[in-house]
């Protein structure tokens, strides 16, 4: 049964408002950025948004798994400090990690990365299938 907030004379609306407001739920996703995935002829475009992040805040690999690996890990400390007494401390951590599965064809040698205007971008080609000739020979049915 989903709990209900509020009472109300026309109680059948309020419990469908219910039902589909997640207000009560944890969101467990909050925090973790927002990835786009293009894919076009040449391969695959990902976009992860990251904004005040730097290229050194990421690691990109490729794992024992032949999966596409990004971390980004973020420490700050601001203070402001007057005759020894605080007064404002704050401490800022983002820690992020993210393993994507890359598709059969995604040539990950040639896999690219960079961070620009707080988005980190990542490149990946796919592998160039050769052409296979096909035969002109007319072979005859018998």
Known sequence: MVPSRRMSQNWL????NDFFD??????????????NVLENEN???????????KKEDFTVNIDDQGDLV???EKK???KEEKKGHYLRREFNYTKFQQTMLLPDDAEKEQISAKVENGVLSV???KIKKAEIPQAK???EVK
Not at 13 to 16: C, L, R, V, Y
Not at 23 to 33: E, F, G, L, Q, R
């Open 22 to 35: 997640t207000d009560w739920m944890v969101k467990t996703n909050a925090t973790a950025p927002a990835i």
């Open 43 to 53: 391969g695959y475009e990902l976009e992860l948004a990251a904004p005040g992040m």
């Open 137 to 139: 020979k007319v072979i």
């Open 70 to 72: 990004i971390k980004m």
């Open 76 to 78: 700050a400390e601001n």
């Open 13 to 16: 609306p309020d419990f469908f």
């Open 123 to 125: 490149s990946i080609p």
